[in-house]
Each structure stands twice: as C-alpha cells, then as structure tokens.
T-cell receptor, first 112, second 113 residues
Framework: SQTIHQWPATLVQPVGSPLSLECTVE??????LYWYRQAAGRGLQLLFY??????ISSEVPQNLSASRPQDRQFILSSKKLLLSDSGFYLC???????????FGPGTRLLVL | KQEVTQIPAALSVPEGENLVLNCSFT??????LQWFRQDPGKGLTSLLL?????REQTSGRLNASLDKSSGRSTLYIAASQPGDSATYLC????????????FGAGTRLAVHP
C-alpha cells in the first residue's frame, strides 16, 4: 500500500523568509498529488494539484507555488512568507481511478 | 460554487451516547461523499466513502447516510467512547476533472468518561 511522507513536521519561520515543504510518496506510481492548507478554524482548502511530472494546477491565487520534479515528489514553496501563510499543510494522493484520496501526516507552519 | 457546512461545530458528550453529526452541501451534483477523522495535529484518516449511487455505508459503530436530493449527509456514531474524541470532517467529490474535494470545517467531538 502507498505511504506519504511530509517533511518537516513542524516549522517556525519569520515573515519574509522562503519556504520549502516536501511531500514524497512510496508504494505507487504516477499518482495524482494534492496540496491542501488547513487554517485555524477553517476547512481544508485545495491549493495545488498535479497529474504528472512538471504538471501543476493552482486552485487559488496566493503567495505559494508548487513543483513536481519527480513522479513521487511534490514540493510547496514560497519566496517570501506572509503571516497568513500559517496553517497545517497536508499532502494527498489519488491512485489511478480510485475514488478516494489518501492524506499524509501534515506539516504545521507558523509564520511570526 | 459548492459549499459544505457541518453542524454542530463542537460537541461534548458523556461516554455511551449515540451521536449524529450533520453535513450539508449546496450543490447536489456531487460524485461521492467521504467522512474523515482528524486527531489533533495529525493527518486525515478515512472513515467512510459513500459513492454517488449509494445511500449509506457502515463500518463498525459508524454509519453514514447520503441524501443527494436534499444535499445532506449524516454520520451516526453508536455507543461513543473516549477514543472517538477527534474532529470529524465531511468532504464531497466534485464531478469531472481531477477528483477535487471540498471540505467542511468539521465537528470537534469530545467524549468524556
């Protein structure tokens, strides 16, 4: 079965600093990959999804970007963090035509 | 635009009670609906997936129903236990495209001994 790893688990960054969150998956090939953000008191919001290497779609305009340099690697980045970027970031995958998504353990980001 | 609402936002009950968590969505043209559990600071664990052609799913003490015409789903938890304490998230899959999920804000459940 597939496994999702997210790194780091927790991150505290100053406003204006860069960001790189990594998601790697094991046990599957050519998955759809997703980045979600969960802000305090709010539901999960889809930020980006990817159907393959180098293919990224953005759901909402924002201060973040995503890249997929390898089939099983999905990276979330920012050049300059804002206070509003604080939240819990979850990576998810979909395998083939399965009708469910599987979620990673998440990264908690606090921007001060 | 699809919106998902969960009621109540928080719930505190004594152990042993039967519970009903509610989820409503504005657009009935959904593909599937899924209930997740989230423990504090953790990722999501899938509880039940109801496909668009189904009306309910059961797993152990959990039962979820789906009424697409009224835009509602309920999660029923029988004989609640302290280990059930968590946030329960309802999410709908939109038709077409890339398996897009729209989440509700969740119901935070506390079951005390």
């Amino acid at each position: 079965s597939q496994t999702i790893h997210q790194w780091p688990a927790t991150l505290v960054q100053p406003v204006g600093s860069p960001l790189s969150l990594e998601c790697t998956v094991e046990g599957t090939s050519n998955p759809n990959l997703y980045w979600y953000r969960q802000a305090a008191g709010r539901g999960l919001q889809l930020l980006f999804y990817s159907v393959g290497i180098g293919q990224i779609s953005s759901e909402v305009p924002q201060n973040l970007s995503a890249s997929r340099p390898q089939d099983r690697q999905f990276i979330l980045s920012s050049k300059k963090l804002l206070l509003s970027d604080s939240g819990f970031y979850l990576c998810a995958l979909r395998v083939g035509k399965e009708e469910t998504q599987y979620f990673g353990p998440g990264t908690r980001l606090l921007v001060l | 635009k699809q919106e998902v609402t969960q009621i109540p936002a928080a719930l505190s009950v004594p152990e042993g009670e039967n519970l009903v968590l509610n989820c409503s969505f504005t657009d009935s043209a959904i593909y599937n609906l899924q209930w997740f559990r989230q423990d504090p600071g953790k990722g999501l664990t899938s509880l039940l997936l109801i496909q668009s052609s189904q009306r309910e799913q059961t797993s152990g003490r959990l039962n979820a129903s789906l009424d697409k015409s009224s835009g509602r789903s309920t999660l029923y938890i029988a004989a609640s236990q302290p280990g059930d304490s968590a946030t329960y998230l309802c999410a709908v899959y939109l038709r077409g495209g890339y398996n897009k999920l729209i989440f509700g804000a969740g119901t935070r459940l506390a079951v005390h001994p």
